[in-house]
């Protein structure tokens, strides 16, 4: 299903195969619990006891992710996560290998009841932040290969470009002819836009999506 949706699919499959070595879920425009795509590689036995147990209704994994957007380590869910029915999952979870994970969670730009997430889980240790930043790129890499995201306008575009190249605020807004405020607004556009950490994490993203192949224009 990947390699519908993500370019560089296998490359994409076998990097999250290293991150997440118990498995990971990649769920879109998820409505009412139910995904209009879903991709896991969990273990066929979890799935199935998760199903039949109806965990979903406790999982304080997807229940974070359907009031948040963002990213979370599953050590640093809040305290009701680890308490309860919820703590019940996790353990049960912890059975099959899935000790330490992340979550990313968005919002559909276009319908924002509508979620897409994705969970990575392994057994031997917390997922770095640079492991969690890639998971961050591929659920925007698959959001975008479903048509999801709204995209960037040509200016945004350049800004990031601009960014790309080294060029500070200051030097943008002058070779632009715009204020600081103006070249402010359309980073922090982008960023909401692909779901970046900050202006140099949007400048990776839309590289790696392809979209700065134009050379900035000095």
């Not at 370019?7 to 009412?32: F, Q, R």
């Not at 957007?69 to 869910?77: A, E, F, H, N, Q």
């Not at 204020?179 to 839309?206: C, E, F, W």
Request: hydrophobic share 45%.
């Amino acid at each position: 299903m990947l390699k519908n949706i993500v370019p560089h699919h296998k490359e994409v499959a076998a990097k999250l195969a290293d991150i997440a070595p118990s498995g990971y879920t990649m769920a879109l425009n998820v409505c009412y619990l139910t995904p209009q795509v879903q991709v896991t590689t969990y273990p066929e036995a979890w799935v199935k006891r998760y199903r039949e147990m109806h965990f979903v209704s406790h999982d304080p994994v997807a229940i974070w992710s359907t009031v948040n957007s963002g990213t979370t380590r599953w050590s640093d869910l809040p305290l009701w996560a680890h308490t309860g029915l919820s703590q019940h999952v996790i353990e049960e979870g912890r059975q099959y290998g899935l000790v330490y994970g992340a979550s990313v969670a968005r919002r559909n730009d276009k319908s924002p009841v509508l979620r897409c997430v994705l969970f990575a889980a392994r057994p031997d240790r917390e997922l770095t932040d640079l492991e969690i930043d890639y998971l961050a790129d591929v659920l925007v890499e698959a959001m975008t290969g479903l048509g999801i995201n709204s995209g960037l306008s040509e200016v945004e575009l350049e800004t990031l470009r601009d960014l790309g190249a080294g060029l500070s605020h200051r030097q943008i807004a002058s070779i632009r002819e715009i204020s600081i405020q103006t070249v402010r607004k359309r980073i922090d556009r982008a960023k909401a836009i692909l779901g970046a950490r900050n202006a140099m994490h949007a400048v990776r993203i839309a590289a790696r999506l392809g979209l700065l192949d134009a050379p900035a224009m000095l």
